[in-house]
């Protein structure tokens, strides 16, 4: 199980749009900046984070991005970025745990997707 950068990455994206004043949006140029990730990598995340309806986008001159959800959780934007988390590619199946160290493996798993998924990263107001 591990976070790929573009996870990583994507997290503190969201993190710096949550933390804009309400009704304030920012350019991608300035949330790389902030965040320290290449424009062009920024771009990637935030247009996958735009399709997958976390994050709002802008055109125009005054354009730019905004946190489209009062509240989203870090397993959401790890899913939208690189899939399902898994300890170990034999879990990928739904396939029953084989001894009692599969069973313990897969209970970790769970347990981490599920702190995951009440780790909520909350839009400023």
């Given at each position: 199980m591990?976070?790929?950068?573009?996870?990583?990455?994507g997290?503190?994206?969201?993190?710096y749009l949550?933390?804009?004043?309400?009704?304030?949006?920012?350019?991608a140029?300035d949330?790389s900046r902030?965040?320290g990730?290449p424009v062009k990598?920024?771009?990637k995340i935030?247009?996958i984070l735009?399709?997958?309806?976390?994050i709002e986008?802008?055109r125009?001159?005054?354009?730019?991005?905004e946190?489209?959800k009062e509240?989203v959780s870090?397993?959401e934007?790890i899913?939208?970025l690189?899939g399902?988390?898994?300890?170990s590619?034999?879990?990928k199946?739904?396939?029953?745990?084989?001894d009692?160290?599969?069973i313990?493996l897969?209970?970790?798993?769970?347990?981490?997707?599920?702190?995951?998924k009440?780790l909520?990263?909350q839009?400023?107001?």
């Amino acid at each position: 199980m591990k976070l790929i950068q573009e996870s990583m990455n994507g997290i503190r994206l969201v993190k710096y749009l949550a933390n804009l004043k309400k009704g304030e949006i920012a350019n991608a140029k300035d949330i790389s900046r902030e965040v320290g990730v290449p424009v062009k990598f920024a771009l990637k995340i935030l247009r996958i984070l735009r399709k997958n309806k976390i994050i709002e986008s802008y055109r125009g001159i005054t354009g730019g991005y905004e946190l489209r959800k009062e509240e989203v959780s870090v397993y959401e934007i790890i899913k939208v970025l690189q899939g399902d988390l898994y300890i170990s590619n034999d879990f990928k199946e739904k396939k029953e745990p084989i001894d009692e160290i599969d069973i313990e493996l897969k209970k970790i798993q769970e347990d981490v997707i599920v702190k995951l998924k009440h780790l909520k990263i909350q839009k400023k107001l």
